[in-house]
């Protein structure tokens, strides 16, 4: 804004009255003002097309990370809250009521929401000295079941099975940490008793995809539990959640029944990438509006330098696409070139932003050349009006006034 305040103010407060009444003033046509009002149509055209390749590859981000699998179950599952209520302690009367519902499918009670991530707790493996700080989730009977996860050796936590309580399930990133290869029955030492490990599930995403897949214990335990994990099928939702709420009011009758989606929860992990995508396509799009009327005034101003060519050209047999494609090619040059400058840019900006995910989306070269597309489509209709108009106009109206 400010520069374009200034150029005008400094050009207009540097004529001289006296040359400019004996018409002998110069002219702002070529030379450096020429190269200055193209080198803005250049920046402002290189800042919206960084802009628009920005806001493209963000947003594509954003869908990479909520539609990716996380290796388990997010769609279709309530999480209940219970910490601080009495279901806590009552947890396998609360989940054998909410089975005799036809649209549940599964339930479990679980320490943290899967997805966002699990805290590191000391565990004992042999051949370790010192205990090792891993993540460790707690559950109960039907994880597997619950999040669908793919158990590709053992069993998972058997309600008939009393000993089962004094167990751990361990995905395959934690085979790495083992030094015996040999998983089962190997006896991880958790407070004061060793626990065999009964299980193992293929590596699934328990936190947030900025970071890899760590290695995980999954044990059985009364204490930890935060949440109960329903697994309901699809269809009539809002009758489930009504199913599930009365019964919940069976167990806590003055406590509310707050509970929510999974997968709700987890997309609001990604809520900063979707708010920087609005920002930054709110931006685009100004900065796209500012470069065409940069683009307009130019062509404007140059046809107006120009019209006694065009007219001569008109009376000398050129008809009227030849005068539109000699306007209109000069600032398809431009737009060109403020792509050649912005597609490297936008690229290495783009590459350090997603440097940020462990998991990300390729940048394919398609988004550049759709981009590019549309700034000469964009281009060629900001300037196609002025230069129809200039072509259309009556050759010897214009040459008379000389």
Not at 24 to 34: E, K, Y
Not at 51 to 65: D, N
Not at 72 to 82: L, Q
């Amino acid at each position: 804004g400010v520069v374009a305040g200034l150029y005008p103010a400094i050009l207009l407060s540097g004529y001289q009255p006296v040359k400019i009444l004996k018409a002998t003033g110069t002219s702002s046509t070529g030379g450096f003002a020429a190269l200055f009002r193209k080198s803005l149509v250049v920046l402002q055209f290189t800042i919206s097309v960084v802009l628009v390749i920005s806001t493209i590859i963000i947003f594509q981000q954003h869908q990479f990370l909520t539609e990716k699998s996380l290796g388990f179950a997010k769609d279709e599952i309530v999480m209940i809250p219970i910490q601080g209520t009495t279901i806590k302690q009552k947890r396998t009367d609360f989940k054998n009521e909410l089975k005799k519902n036809s649209q549940v499918v599964a339930a479990c009670a679980i320490s943290d929401i899967l997805g966002r991530d699990v805290p590191n707790r000391p565990f004992g493996i042999p051949g370790y000295d010192d205990r090792q700080d891993l993540p460790g989730l707690f559950t109960d009977h039907d994880f597997v079941r619950t999040f669908d996860v793919d158990l590709i050796g053992g069993r998972d936590f058997n309600e008939d099975n009393a000993n089962d309580v004094n167990t751990f399930i361990i995905n395959k990133a934690m085979l790495e940490v083992l030094k015996d290869k040999q998983w089962e029955n190997q006896p991880i030492q958790w407070g004061s008793q060793p626990h065999p490990i009964i299980g193992l599930v293929d590596d699934f995403h328990f936190a947030d995809l900025r970071q890899t897949v760590r290695p995980l214990f999954i044990g059985f335990a009364d204490s930890f539990l935060g949440y109960i994990a329903v697994r309901v099928r699809p269809g009539d939702v809002m009758a489930t959640i009504r199913a599930l709420d009365e019964t919940w009011r069976l167990f806590e009758p003055e406590r509310p029944f707050i509970p929510f989606f999974l997968n709700d929860e987890l997309n609001q992990i990604y809520k900063a990438e979707k708010n920087m995508g609005a920002v930054v396509s709110t931006f685009s799009g100004l900065a796209i509006v500012i470069a065409c009327l940069g683009l307009f005034g130019l062509a404007t101003y140059t046809v107006n330098l120009r019209v006694k060519e065009i007219g001569i050209r008109k009376v000398l047999g050129a008809a009227v696409h030849d005068i539109v494609g000699l306007i209109t090619k000069d600032f398809v040059v431009l737009v060109v070139v403020a792509n050649i400058i912005a597609w490297p840019l936008a690229w290495y900006v783009m590459d350090k932003w997603l440097g940020s995910f462990v998991y990300r989306t390729e940048i394919g070269w398609c988004i550049f050349a759709l981009v590019g597309a549309r700034t000469l489509i964009a281009a060629l209709l900001t300037t196609g009006f002025q230069s129809l108009k200039a072509a259309s106009m009556n050759p010897t109206e214009i040459i008379k006034e000389e």
